[in-house]
């Protein structure tokens, strides 16, 4: 492989993994009720606004899931998936392109909860929540996945491990369902 072939899918993988990751963003701060004035759901919602808001009329939401933000992370995905097929001149069949922009999205997805997980882990350590509107956000879009921890675990000896156990279940559902799907759609290929 060329080192222009190198730069071009670290490129390419870098752009659209952004985009594709602040549609799933904006997926998630519009689930968890985030505040529309808190900033960075502002930064957020100024990047994907002129993509969305045509799109609303033609694909409304369900209940608290913005459909529209997740049908753009899924089309992005596509086209990251053809410009990387156009420089290696691989061909796909439609099912493992649609497959395969499935799982990148999900696995993307997983990615931006353990980071916001790990974050917010940090953060407490330094600021509390309950004053820091950054740390009260993270915990807002964590919690649905921290809780259920929680729920089942009591804190030992004051310290809380439900932010460590969600950490180990999502990366085991990236190595138990993403991996087998990521094989499923190299065989498709």
Known sequence: MSYFVNAGVFLIQTLFEFFIGLFLVRALLIAVNASFYD??????YKLTNPLITPLRSYVPRWRKVEIASLLVAVLLALIELALLAGLFGANFSLSGWL????????NLALWIMLWAILIR?????????????TAQL???????VVYPFRRLLP??????FSCWFASLALILARLLILAPLSDMVAQLN
């Open 39 to 44: 900033p960075i759901c502002q930064f957020v």
């Open 99 to 106: 497959l395969g922009a499935l799982v990148d999205v999900l």
């Open 121 to 133: 882990c940090v953060l407490s350590f330094v600021v509390s929540e309950h004053y820091n509107p």
């Open 138 to 144: 993270l915990t807002q879009i964590t919690e649905p």
């Open 155 to 160: 804190a030992l000896g004051g310290l809380d």
